[in-house]
């Protein structure tokens, strides 16, 4: 399973399949369970589960029998979680989604660009200047 990113894609769908979650037609890495219990979302090999407690540890740990799966967090209402450079807040009536603030300053170094505080910075020094 090292280094090929089909491998882990590969062995998830096999228990996939044994545990009837179905592929969503408007949606290729998201499984449903049967019944709408819970929900799975692939990303190579991040997993993102939504759904019912029982059924969601029912798989997590279905998977766990056959692979390694370490648990990154918990969306129960008040916590914060991070998948993929998102943070998913449990707001109890809502979930909010942002982005890492790592994440946007690594894209912000990637293409040169400055956060607004950044930018302020830099006006007020070049206003200092004149």
Partial sequence: MYGLRSSPQDHLASIRRELGYIQ??????VYKHPEGKAYIMVYVDGL?????????????NKIQEKMLLRATGEASPGNTS???GRRITNKRDHFDMSLDDEYVDNISLD?????????????ERERESE
């Fill in 24 to 29: 969503l037609t408007s949606e290729p890495d």
């Fill in 48 to 60: 993102l589960f939504v759904g019912e407690t029982e059924e969601i540890n029912n798989i997590f």
């Fill in 82 to 84: 991070s998948f993929l």
């Fill in 111 to 123: 293409f040169g660009i400055f956060h607004t505080s950044e930018r302020e910075s830099a006006r």
